[in-house]
């Protein structure tokens, strides 16, 4: 699966995301900001974005994603 189809699925998932993905064709990593996130719970968070490619995992298209979440403000600190 290629990185750009990972990305619009989860910003295509998760309306208002900035998604950044990384990875060698079959194990990928993804970082996901979103306002979204705002006052859930980890598990939660993980829950959404796995939610966007679902399909692609059980159908084993996309083998594994790691997966970090922030907020906007969350990812702006990291930042700076």
């Known amino acids: 699966m290629e990185i750009d189809a990972i990305v619009k699925l989860i910003e295509t998932g998760l309306p208002g995301c900035e998604a950044r993905v990384s990875g060698d064709g079959r194990h990928f990593e993804a970082v996901v ?24 995992l059980e159908s084993d298209e996309l083998h594994a994603l790691s997966i970090k979440t922030y907020t906007r403000e969350q990812w702006q600190a990291l930042q700076g």
Do not use: C, N, W, Y
């Open 33 to 56: 900001i979103s306002d979204e996130f705002e006052g859930k719970s980890p598990l939660q968070k993980q829950r959404l974005v796995m939610a966007t490619v679902k399909p692609q």
